[in-house]
Each structure stands twice: as structure tokens, then as C-alpha cells.
């Protein structure tokens, strides 16, 4: 399916938006996770369907000062 993932366009397999951020390699509980501009929290990301189009965002913390 194709999904705009941080505003780049992603073809991928997953289903759900915690498949996605295995798919694409982000670990940790830390992350930040919204779905056509609503928040999704860590719990319900296994729980959250994706379909053709959606626009993900993933945030994480940044290192540095």
C-alpha cells in the first residue's frame, strides 16, 4: 500500500501502524505517532489499521544541544 510517511511517499506491506514502524526500522517506546493528523499513543499502535493514502508522522527525540 502506499502511505506518505513523514512527508515522503512509502510503498509498503504493513497493516497496522505498529507493522509500519517495524517495517521501517523505528524501535522505542519514545516514539511519537500520528495518523491523518491524530495522535495514535503506543498502546493502540497494533491496533491501528492503515489504508492506501494515509499520511503517518513518526517523531523522535533528537540528541544534541
Known amino acids: 500500500?502506499?502511505?506518505i510517511v513523514n512527508g515522503q511517499a512509502h510503498e509498503v506491506a504493513a497493516e497496522t501502524l505498529a507493522?509500519?514502524?517495524s517495517e521501517?526500522?523505528?524501535q522505542g517506546s519514545w516514539l511519537?505517532?500520528?495518523r491523518n493528523g491524530d495522535v495514535v499513543p503506543a498502546k493502540e499502535r497494533d491496533r491501528c489499521r492503515l489504508t492506501d493514502g494515509d499520511r503517518v508522522e513518526i517523531l523522535s527525540p533528537m540528541k544534541g544541544g
Open 32 to 34: 511519537a505517532t500520528a
Open 24 to 26: 521501517l526500522d523505528f
Open 1 to 3: 500500500m502506499k502511505l
Open 19 to 21: 507493522a509500519l514502524l
